[in-house]
């Protein structure tokens, strides 16, 4: 089995769906006491989140960059960022480690494609709904994004941010985002990507009114199939 590195803790909750998907993964495709082989740097989340908000962009790369290098160093062929928002500098991260980055928006990609959906809304941070990092490489794709109005935008990032990367799971939350789910269908999308690695804490599928696709499991999919590969 090959090692994959993973760059984690943004937050810690998610990270921690992503340990149990590739490890969860790993035994149902090679049985037996298999499990993933990982080297994981989970970093500390405060500094990285403050300088996504002050936008100071290269103070958040530093800190992952440092922790790539250390992946690679540590024997890691390939590394796994776990998270979306993180992937606005995902290509400085590859750089530094010079291993290759299995990139979030593309097993997304596939997915949409592969079910036929072409026009989608997207929740998020707002980082990653109103900059073109990763909408552009779903555009890229040939995908139609469609994002909330701002209103509701701010709500999605408010609930990641105080809720969702604490461990905080509310049911009102939980009918709020329902909500916007309707409203990105009202203005025509056919599924809804699910862009935040939180997210998956708050819905399932079947609880909206459009499909959701889900970027943690999607990415830990493509982790697995990296990890298993001839």
Known sequence: MRLLGVLGGMSWT????????????VAARLGGLHSARLLLHSVDFDPVA????????????????AAARGLAAGGAQAL????????KVAGAVE????????????????????????RVGLLATR??????????????????????????RDLVHRVIYDELVHDVVREESRAAYLEVVDRLAAAGAEAVVLGCTEI???????????????????H???????????
């Open 14 to 25: 998610s990270t921690l769906s992503y340990y149990r998907g590739l490890n969860e993964g």
């Open 50 to 65: 403050r300088a996504q908000h002050d936008g100071d962009w290269d103070a958040a790369t530093a800190v992952l960059t």
């Open 80 to 87: 796994l960022l776990a998270t979306n928002t993180m992937h």
């Open 95 to 118: 750089d530094a480690a010079g291993v290759p980055l299995l990139h979030i928006a593309d097993p997304t990609a596939d997915a949409l494609l592969a079910d036929g959906h072409r």
């Open 127 to 152: 980082f990653t709904m109103e900059e073109g990092f990763y909408v552009g490489r779903l555009r890229e794709r040939g995908l139609e994004v469609v994002v909330p109005d701002a209103d509701d």
């Open 200 to 218: 998956d804490l708050l819905l399932e599928p079947g609880d909206g009114s459009l499909p959701f696709h889900d970027t943690t499991a999607l």
């Open 220 to 230: 830990v999919a493509a982790g697995v199939d990296w990890l298993c590969a001839d």
